[in-house]
């Protein structure tokens, strides 16, 4: 063979090498330390099963989580007021008399301090018997394979502990492996916060290699904004750890398990509850059967392949890997400095997808406001399920990034949600059809009020925001058969509740949405006292307005014209207004130029009409420059403080195809909202500003609720080049894009069944006939190459 066959061999091998770490590099977060505090621990999960791992090499701790791990029962009631109490805070607003209002609807229709939380499903502990010294540590989370590694070194041998959850499996793995002669000694534990003593630690199975935890989920304890609660009762649970060890001997004693002398042992921990299952005790023994007599690398390769189904649909590239020989926390500290990294950007983006994919698989429970991983037995916000925007910021990524199976726990938990919605919109605000939902939930599906201040719990449009949720799917998708079963019938039961809920303004003869709240937010009354209670306000109206436009283009595709459809169309023509400019040329809040109790609120609910809604876009220039001017205001005043705030702010950017502003909101979330295992900090934790930048990200390059498509809309213009794959536009189209010096260079359409589409970029349109499943590429010029 000729010397340039070698010569050409070594080029294409180093190629080859180059391309794999940088896959592996663009995939990976890590750090050079243990985790000392549960905020620098790194997440997996597997939808319903997870833990945070915090990689200490001597006393490793495994914090555990289930995502039904909560008190109580579905059989509490469902409402709590009348019509005739319904009447009267009517009758208080018609007479200018807010604060008799707030107290009315506080007092008579919210359930004053009962909360429930989700809790933790325990700690797994594993303690080495002694003290070493630690050499060469890394500790890491592949995005690409969802597996945090933790290595090190200790006398000259190599020590390896690898964490994964298995969505296939339905359990969680944990491997540690040394290459030192005489294996490792160490102890394993598992525990539980007390929790009025109903959770006990038990060992259990003759072989001595398996531990196992069980008990009730109980709550004596007060949340944020409640006075305490005792629930002695909920949802069942067991958890099973079973040890596989090469080596060495494994002894079962006063609850733990003491390992000596393994050079390599592979933990299985399944958890079942009595909420999943009658039988909770059976299906784990049946979990565990099927997963014990497979190798630790069979469970690997099974979850892999499993995962990257879900996560290798969208890849993103921004350069700067160079930066990757730091680790996170000090790269953070380079943002918080004012040095760049686009590397990071991206990273995060993927991150809020991993994430995602790890709180959200198709059968469990939606992700709550921490996602699946809570240390608490009471947390912060009880841990469950805000609907004032929280949850749905959870899902904004879930269709545009190409994750559409993960948003189908929201849309089962919704469904559910509505049978109770029709009780309480029957029984609390005497209106016989449809459905309606509160502010907040939980695992039990609660739609009735609850709040100590009116301000943040008196809001009755959850219902109604997620019904965006079934139009968005549907118009991602495509799926005329969903929109038949799931989508129109949603929509058409919240339509019923706001058709008998809105009553006639006397003022100029609209029809307005009373009592209304702006979320969590006040405004100035005319005695110069904060009030919350009003007589319409923007958000409200924007979100009717919304669910009627929506049930009605559905009953268009559907074919249906039925009295149903003809009354929506009658009082959506005289709805009262859903976007008014005030003088000072912002967007009113409420439904007079109130001034604002806090102007520098974290919640912009009357900009609901540019994002995650689309009546706000540059066609209507006046409304276009109100929300700019609005949004100038909210920052002015300290605005966007909060971590999912921030993230909002992001997407408002994108849709104002504002660089400038994208870039700075970009760099504060990252200096700002960011702990160091990148979780997103409210604070303390939430984790809808992880789910809210990905989604943001993606509106920055690629926007399609217009009805036709823009590409790179607002790229940041620190991120010169780069580009994006597998992102998904409404219409079920996948879009590639790549861009250089800031400018298009190729850009490939991918129609899923095959479309005509306009496109925009950099003042150049075109239309476009794109066959299905058939690739087509695009120049920098909109011109197909």
Not at 99 to 109: G, M, N, S
Request: charged letters at 25%; one cysteine or more; proline letters at 4%.
């Amino acid at each position: 063979m000729s010397k340039y066959y070698f010569i050409f061999l070594s080029v294409l091998s180093l190629f080859s090498c180059q391309e794999q770490e940088k896959e592996t590099v663009a995939n990976r977060i890590w750090y050079d330390q243990p985790a000392e505090e549960w905020m620098e621990a790194l997440p997996v999960g597997n939808g319903r099963l997870g833990a945070m791992i915090y990689g200490d090499p001597q006393h490793e701790h495994l914090q555990l989580n289930e995502d039904s791990m909560w008190p109580g029962g579905p059989e509490w009631g469902n409402s709590k007021g009348t019509k005739e109490d319904l009447d009267l805070i009517r009758k208080m607003l018609r007479e200018d008399k807010p604060h008799e209002a707030d107290k009315l609807i506080v007092d008579r229709f919210s359930y004053k301090g009962v909360s429930r939380s989700h809790q933790t499903m325990g700690d797994l502990y594993i303690d080495f018997q002694k003290e070493r010294k630690i050499e060469n540590y890394s500790r890491s989370l592949d995005l690409e394979n969802a597996v945090v590694t933790v290595k090190y070194s200790y006398e000259g041998h190599d020590y390896v502990e690898k964490v994964f959850a298995s969505a296939v499996d339905d359990v969680l793995v944990v491997e540690i492996s040394t290459t030192a002669q005489e294996g490792m000694d160490f102890n394993l534990k598992l525990d539980r916060a007390k929790d009025e003593g109903h959770a006990t630690v038990s060992t259990s199975n003759p072989s001595n290699n398996e531990i196992s935890m069980e008990g009730m989920v109980t709550q004596f304890a007060g949340a944020v904004h409640s006075t305490p609660t005792k629930i002695d009762y909920g949802v069942k649970f067991q958890t099973r750890l079973k040890v596989k060890n090469t080596s060495g001997t494994v002894e079962s004693k006063k609850g733990e398990l003491q390992l000596r002398g393994v050079q390599k042992a592979t933990m299985l921990i399944v958890c079942s509850t009595s909420f999943y299952h009658k039988n909770f005790h059976q299906n784990n023994h049946k979990t565990l059967s099927l997963v014990e007599n497979k190798s630790f690398d069979e469970l690997l390769k099974e979850h892999i392949q499993d995962y990257q189904k879900l996560y290798k649909r969208v890849d993103f590239d921004l350069g700067g890997y160079e930066l990757d020989s730091l680790p996170i926390n000090k790269r953070l500290q380079r943002i918080k400095d004012s040095l760049p990294d686009t590397d990071l950007a991206a990273k995060l983006f993927q991150y809020g997808r991993y994430l995602l994919i790890s709180s959200s698989r198709p059968g469990t429970n939606p992700a709550n406001l921490q996602g699946i991983w809570n240390e608490h037995i009471q947390a912060p916000w009880n841990a469950d399920y805000h609907l004032n925007i929280n949850i749905q910021m959870n899902y904004w990524p879930a269709e545009v990034t190409n994750l559409s199976e993960c948003h189908m726990p929201l849309l089962d938990f919704s469904d559910k949600l509505l049978e109770r919605g029709r009780i309480i919109a029957k029984e609390q605000y005497g209106i016989n059809r449809g459905a309606m939902v509160h502010h907040t939930t939980d695992l039990w599906l609660t739609p009735w009020m609850r709040a100590e201040r009116p301000y943040w719990g008196s809001w009755i449009h959850g219902g109604g925001w997620l019904g965006q949720h079934y139009w968005e799917h549907y118009k991602y998708t495509n799926d005329k058969d969903f929109l038949k079963e799931r989508g129109y019938p949603y929509l058409k039961a919240v339509s019923e509740f706001y058709l008998d809920w809105l009553i006639m303004d006397e003022r100029d003869g609209t029809w307005v949405s009373a009592p209304e709240t702006s979320p969590e937010n006040s405004y100035i009354a005319s005695d110069g006292e904060p009030a919350a209670v009003s007589y319409g306000n923007a958000m409200g109206h924007q979100i009717i307005k919304e669910v009627f436009d929506n049930v009605l283009e559905a009953a268009d595709l559907l074919e249906i014209d039925d009295s149903f459809t003809k009354e929506v169309i009658e009082k959506r023509r005289k709805l009262h207004p859903a976007i008014v400019i005030g003088d000072d040329g912002r967007i009113l809040e409420w439904d007079r130029p109130y001034e604002e109790a806090e102007k520098g609120h974290r919640h912009m609910s009357h900009l609901y009409a540019l994002h995650p809604g689309n009546d706000i876009t540059s066609k209507d220039n006046k409304a276009f420059e109100a929300a700019k001017k609005t949004i100038a205001h909210r920052l002015q005043h300290g605005g966007a403080g909060t971590g999912w705030s921030r993230a909002w702010m992001i997407n408002f950017d994108a849709r104002l195809m504002d660089k400038e502003s994208a870039e700075e909101n970009i760099t504060k979330f990252f200096q700002i909202s960011l702990a160091d295992n990148l979780f997103d900090m409210h604070p303390p934790f939430q984790i809808d500003g992880n789910f809210g930048y990905t989604a943001g990200v993606a509106e920055l390059l690629m926007q399609s609720h217009e009805g036709f498509l823009r590409v790179l809309p607002t790229l940041p213009n620190n991120w010169e080049t780069g580009n994006i794959k597998g992102l998904i536009a409404r219409g079920n189209i996948e879009v590639d894009i790549a861009w250089e010096n800031g400018k298009l260079v190729e850009l490939v359409l991918t129609s899923r069944e095959g479309k005509k589409i306009k496109i925009v970029y950099n003042g150049m349109e075109i239309e476009a006939n794109l066959p299905k499943n058939t690739p087509i590429k695009l120049d920098g010029q909109l011109q197909i190459m």
